[in-house]
């Protein structure tokens, strides 16, 4: 049985401040384990020559193969079984859980997998759990990414040779044809330029204008080539020039003279070599369709779907205050020897700033197993036809602690319970799809944790993420929110951004619909300033004033 690993297994230990040597536990195809101490800063070439040296001197070293035919697997900081095939990365670049790292023999990986490995660390999760992911808005994403590179490889097979040659070695170009320096060194507008044919001896010193394109200096070469050869000249579209030692190719409408190798070859008063490529021996520009071939399959996005097809209602139509029925909570993490009352407070914020008074619930106390019912409607003072497209509703839950000193206090802390934040959760208000939320839903609610988005004076967390906490197993809450639908028969979308540019037109050429609104916005705009002059001013009042300005002035 293999001992526990000798590597220190605290979560944070590749990030820590990094000592001397790290102590490696290494599984051997061989059902053998060495441990080995190695510098911090190794390579994983330095651990597997270190490595083998030593397994000469355990037992089953004659049964392992080349020290080349294996590479090192280990479970990376994200989970994942990960295998390495570049062995100078270094030991804390790849930070192996718990320092195990098994040797298995070399298998041809597809470069998907590397692909897939990349995107893993990209995105800060391994892919796997990321295809577990259960949303619409993702599943439209991927398969909207899906379909964009299905067409860009379509248009890229269908494309010249010119075209799939810029997308493989795009053109190095100045940004102006001759530099003043370099036209300075220069006489007679010409520059000298040796040509080459490939795979033959053919070779030809030209003096070349500087307006002379790729093209035209081709035409030169293969007429010169007929005549000197005596033989029938090719077509030169057949022909393309590349650089003499370098994977760089010279093509476009552009002057030679524009091209930085040229450029950099004169500037230090040497001769630019090119050489003419036929077009058919270029390997990536013949590639074999079949490995890009795709299959047909019906192609379904967020703009494909019945929501075009049927009708809908506008959110500026809604004239009624925005609510949501809080139904429950579940899975509360609190003592369940003691009695517990809990509140639900709910606002509507855009960005980090709230756009109206935030509501709550009335205390209800929680059940041994940790539920609460409410089952109580929030209206919040703000109408539908106000909230903006990218509003989010934001939730938190709150302990409160009924203080029984109280009447003992005195001043302004008499009185007061204390509160103890326990769980939060946002959403948008607005889908991905411009879809008024109002169906029923069941957030995964994320603990409170104190941080500089969210401090422990509030008890929302406005700049918090809308998703639902992925981590259901050990989630602390569980939500239940029904919103409402307003009496309406289909479902409310958010205006199109055509319709909106339209209605900012109406409002310039002052029609009466208009009119009335703005009417009606006047009498916001005066229940506003007849407040008393103490009130806070939320963001939606600041915001009417605002649209309202060149009217006061």
Partial sequence: MVPAPSCPSTWDYWTTSPSDYVELTCLLPNTIYIPLRVSWDATLQDVKEELWEKAAHYPLFGVMHEMSGYVFQFVNSLAVLEEVDDENKRLRDIKPVCGVLMIIKRSVKPGEYLLNTQIS????????????LRSNEVNDFRTQMHNLAEESLLRRMKSDWQEKLRYHYPPRLADQP??????????????????RFANSEFSSSLCVPFTQTPQ???????RKQAKSLNIRGEHPHNYVLKVCGREEYLFGDYP??????????????????????????????NADPQQYYIREQRRQTADSNTMKRRKNELSWDIDKLYSCMVLSVGGLNVDPNRVVEVICQAGVFHGGKPLCEAQKTRAAAVSSEGVAQWQQELKFPLKVYNIPRMARLCFGIYEIEINKTKNKKKGKDAGKDSINRLAWANTMIFDYKDQLRTDKVSFFMSTHVA???????????PLGTVFSNSNTDSCSAVLHVQFSNYDCQYPIVFPKQEMVKAYAERIENGSPEVMSRLKRDFEKLRATAEKDPMYEMHEQDKKNIWALRSVLL
Avoid: A, W
Avoid at 260 to 284: A, I, N
């Fill in 256 to 285: 030679l003279i524009q091209f930085k190798y040229v450029q950099e070859m004169l500037s230090r008063d040497s001769v630019p070599q090119v050489m003419t490529v036929s077009v058919d021996k270029l390997r990536f520009l």
């Fill in 178 to 195: 001759i530099p003043t320096t370099l036209k300075n060194q220069l006489n007679r507008n010409s520059f000298m330029l040796v040509t």
């Fill in 451 to 461: 941080d500089e988005t969210q401090g422990d004076d509030q008890l929302l967390h």
């Fill in 121 to 132: 660390h990209l995105i800060g999760k391994g892919l796997n759990e990321f295809d577990s």
């Fill in 216 to 222: 035209q200096h081709i035409e030169i070469i293969l």
